[in-house]
C-alpha cells in the first residue's frame, strides 16, 4: 500500500513541498521509505495529491504529480455523542468511529463518567483524540477530517441541538433503526459512559426530543454501542449498504 500522510496546511496542486518534521521522521526513519517512493498527502479539506518522496539529509520533500478530488465521506452526516470513558477506550472508539464514517465526534461529560476532565488536561486529551482522528483518515483512506468537539455537558449540547435529530442509545429503547425512515441531514447518537446512563439523564433526553433506540437484546458495552450503531447506520442507509 502506498503510504498517506496529513499535511498541516493547504497543499498546491503541483510542485513540490517541504514535509513537516514530524512526517520526514515517520517516513524516512519508522517507514524506511527511499528516494523515488510514492505517496498520498491530503490537507483534510478533500482531495488527495500524488507525491514521490525526495529526502534531503535529515528533511524531506514531496514532489506533487497529480491532483485527485475523490471523496470517501459517507452520504450520512453522523455525528458521536460519546459518554466519556476511561481508559484507551475513547481512543479505541473515535478510531473506529472515523473508520465508519462519523463527520463529528463529541466528548460528553456525562454523570457517571469514571474519566473526569477540565481545564488543560480537557485541552490536551482533545488534542490527543483529534491526532487519533487524523492517524485514522490516514489509514482509511479518507480526505477530510473530522472534528473532536470540545468536552461539554449533556445540559450544554441539549440546549445547543434543539431542533435536530436525536437518538439515544439505551437498553430497552422503545425504538429500532430499522423502522426509521431515511434521516435527512445530521444525525447525532448519544452514548453513555461505561455505567450507562442515569434514569435523570435519560428523562432529560427524552424532554429534549432525543428518540430512546435500543440495539437488540443484549447490553452493548459504550465501547461497542456506538460503533453498532454508526455501522447498522452506514448499512441501512449510508456507503456501506449493497451496491444497487
Do not use: Y
Amino acid at each position: 500500500m502506498i503510504s498517506r500522510f496529513h499535511f498541516p496546511g493547504r497543499l498546491p496542486d503541483s510542485g513540490e513541498v517541504l514535509l513537516p518534521e514530524s512526517i520526514a521522521h515517520h517516513a524516512l526513519r519508522v517507514l524506511r521509505l527511499r528516494e523515488g517512493e510514492p505517496l498520498v498527502l491530503f490537507d483534510g479539506e478533500g482531495g488527495e495529491r500524488s507525491a514521490t518522496l525526495r529526502p534531503e539529509g535529515k528533511r524531506a520533500f514531496a514532489s506533487i504529480h497529480a491532483c485527485s478530488e475523490v471523496e470517501r465521506e459517507s452520504p450520512l452526516q453522523l455525528v458521536l455523542v460519546q459518554g466519556l470513558a476511561s481508559g484507551d477506550k475513547m481512543d479505541w472508539i473515535v478510531q473506529k468511529a472515523v473508520e465508519l464514517g462519523a463527520a463529528g465526534i463529541v466528548p460528553l461529560a456525562a454523570e457517571r463518567s469514571v474519566l473526569k476532565l477540565a481545564g488543560e488536561r480537557a485541552d490536551k486529551r482533545r488534542a490527543h483524540w483529534q491526532q487519533v482522528v487524523v492517524s485514522a483518515c490516514e489509514q482509511c483512506g479518507r480526505n477530510r477530517v473530522p472534528d473532536v468537539a470540545p468536552i461539554v455537558t449533556l445540559d450544554a449540547w441539549l440546549a445547543a441541538h434543539r431542533d435536530e435529530l436525536k437518538l439515544v442509545l439505551a437498553p430497552g429503547g422503545e425504538g429500532a433503526l430499522a423502522r426509521l425512515p431515511r434521516p435527512e441531514g445530521r444525525v447525532h447518537l448519544l452514548i453513555g459512559p461505561e455505567g450507562g446512563w442515569s434514569a435523570a439523564e435519560l428523562a432529560q433526553c427524552r424532554a429534549a426530543g432525543c428518540m430512546a433506540i435500543g440495539l437488540g437484546p443484549r447490553v452493548l458495552r459504550t465501547e461497542t454501542a456506538g460503533l453498532a450503531a454508526l455501522a447498522a447506520l452506514q448499512a441501512l442507509w449510508g456507503d456501506l449498504a449493497a451496491a444497487d
